[in-house]
Nanobody
Framework: VQLLESGGGLVQPGGSLRLSCATSGFSFSSYAMSWYRQAPGKERELVARISSTGGFSDYADSVKDRSTISRDNAKNTVYLQMNSLKPEDTAVYYC?????????????WGQGTQVTVSS
């Protein structure tokens, strides 16, 4: 199983980034996907999540109206478009996959990609 995030980097306040998470080794289209982030000294927090079909998504209040999560089940990839970035968006961003089968959770994490918002 692999979840490989990309697209992070240094961006100025007000800028945009598109994070990608390319996956392999599991049935991507059967898993709900999420993006989490963890800033230095803080707990990991949910940023956005999307259902297995892409029909449902929701967002943390801190990024709502500035971010869009999407997925391409043909490419086994999930995306996070972030606009109007703020310094407080600086964090390591992680991709997360989860599926529950007969009461058992199957979950996988990526290794993370650094996003730094600074002038």
């Amino acid at each position: 199983v692999q979840l490989l995030e990309s697209g992070g980097g240094l961006v100025q306040p007000g800028g945009s980034l598109r994070l990608s998470c390319a996956t392999s080794g599991f049935s991507f289209s059967s898993y709900a996907m999420s993006w989490y982030r963890q800033a230095p000294g803080k707990e990991r927090e949910l940023v956005a999540r999307i259902s297995s079909t892409g029909g449902f998504s929701d967002y943390a209040d801190s990024v709502k109206d500035r971010s869009t999560i999407s997925r391409d089940n043909a490419k086994n990839t999930v995306y996070l478009q972030m606009n109007s970035l703020k310094p407080e968006d600086t964090a390591v961003y992680y991709c997360y996959a989860r599926r529950t089968i007969r009461g058992r959770d199957y979950e996988y994490w990526g290794q993370g990609t650094q996003v730094t918002v600074s002038s």
